[in-house]
């Protein structure tokens, strides 16, 4: 079955600096990625996804992520943080070619320092 | 597009009693997921439908919890009886077709006492 590894649970960033939180994914196949955040008392909102072509995907608030097929990842970046940005930020993997089945990594909480 | 829709947003029972999650999901959405969140094991794949059909029910934790699709625009997911361990936040999601982005509800928060 794939797998998703979030290895960082909490960063913490000064407003206007640089993110990148990490993802890697474990799965023979290319699959499909996706970057979800989650604001507290909330349901998750897409960020961005990636099926194929462009590795450089660009999404929604100023994100994008990157896939690297050797190195089994799919990072988010972000160049300058806002406040608004502090959340939980959680990648996911479906395994595509007709199967819906989508897992979650365990989630990197995002705080914003002023 | 209202979005999915699931009720209640909060839920408190006491052990032992039968508990009933309900989803609405985006009209045309051919595919429903149930997840569940806690703090120790993030977000956990319970069960997911395409056209009303389970798929996937590996995710299910025990017999004690159901999930159906009678139709294609409601859900339900049943804990019976219900136990502390239990106490999370549970999600519905719908997708319109395999592999497209998921689309959340805001969640029931159930607590078990």
């Known amino acids: 079955a794939q797998s998703v590894t979030q290895p960082d649970i909490h960063i913490t960033v000064s407003e206007g600096a640089s993110l990148e939180l990490r993802c890697n994914y474990s799965y023979g196949a290319t699959p499909y990625l996706f970057w979800y955040v989650q604001s507290p008392g909330q349901g998750l909102q897409l960020l961005l996804k990636y099926f194929s072509g462009d590795t450089l995907v660009q999404g929604i608030k100023g994100f994008e992520a990157e896939f690297k097929r050797s190195q089994s990842s799919f990072n988010l970046r972000k160049p300058s943080v806002h406040w608004s940005d502090a959340a939980e930020y959680f990648c996911?993997?479906?395994?595509?070619?007709?199967?819906?089945?989508?897992?979650f990594g365990a989630g990197t909480r995002l705080t914003v320092k002023p | 597009d209202a979005g999915v829709i699931q009720s209640p947003r909060h839920e408190v029972t006491e052990m032992g009693q039968e508990v009933t999650l309900r989803c609405k999901p985006i009209?045309?959405?051919?595919?429903l997921f149930w997840y569940r969140q806690t703090m120790m094991r993030g977000l956990e794949l319970l069960i997911y439908f395409n056209n009303n059909v389970p798929i996937d029910d590996s995710g299910m934790p025990e017999d004690r919890f159901s999930a159906k699709m009678p139709n294609a625009s409601f859900s339900t997911l049943k804990i019976q009886p219900s136990e502390p361990r239990d106490s999370a936040v549970y999600f519905c999601a719908s997708n319109p077709t395999v592999n497209s982005p998921l689309h959340f509800g805001n969640g029931t928060r159930l607590t078990v006492t």
């Open positions: 009209s045309g959405h051919n595919s």
């Open positions: 996911a993997v479906a395994r595509g070619f007709n199967n819906n089945d989508m897992r």
